[in-house]
């Protein structure tokens, strides 16, 4: 069964840098495009960046064009999503799971709570 652990969230002001981690097992990692997504409060799950086995990446969201980078370790099964002038609109809950365009597993993490506050 497929297991995604995140880590890395935290409270940051405005303006500050975050790096998240998505710790994958339980399937082929190397195969999959993987991505992230987050939640924020009274909100629906929104999917924002994706990473292809090739390392391509595309960020869905024009939010955090320019923001957010996605990248991956195949070595180590983990993809990350280093986050640049954050803003208190990135607040949310942070996923990851397989995938380019909607999530391929139906487990998901726990999450990683991210709040952008001053």
């Known amino acids: 069964q497929a297991q995604f652990v995140e880590s890395g969230g935290g409270l940051v002001r405005p303006g500050g840098d975050l790096r998240l981690s998505c710790a994958a097992s339980?399937?082929?990692?190397?195969?999959?495009?993987m991505s992230w997504y987050r939640q924020a409060p009274g909100r629906e799950r929104e999917l924002i960046a994706a990473?292809?086995?090739?390392?391509?990446?595309?960020h869905y969201e024009d939010s955090v064009k320019g923001r957010f980078t996605i990248s991956r370790d195949d070595a180590k099964s983990t993809v990350y999503l280093q986050m640049r002038s954050l803003k208190p609109e990135d607040t949310a809950v942070y996923y990851c799971?397989?995938?380019?365009?909607?999530?391929?597993?139906?487990?998901w993490g726990q999450g990683t709570q991210v709040t952008v506050s001053s």
């Open positions: 799971n397989a995938g380019e365009s909607e999530p391929y597993f139906d487990s």
């Open positions: 339980g399937f082929a990692f190397g195969i999959f495009a």
């Open positions: 990473v292809f086995t090739n390392g391509r990446t595309l």
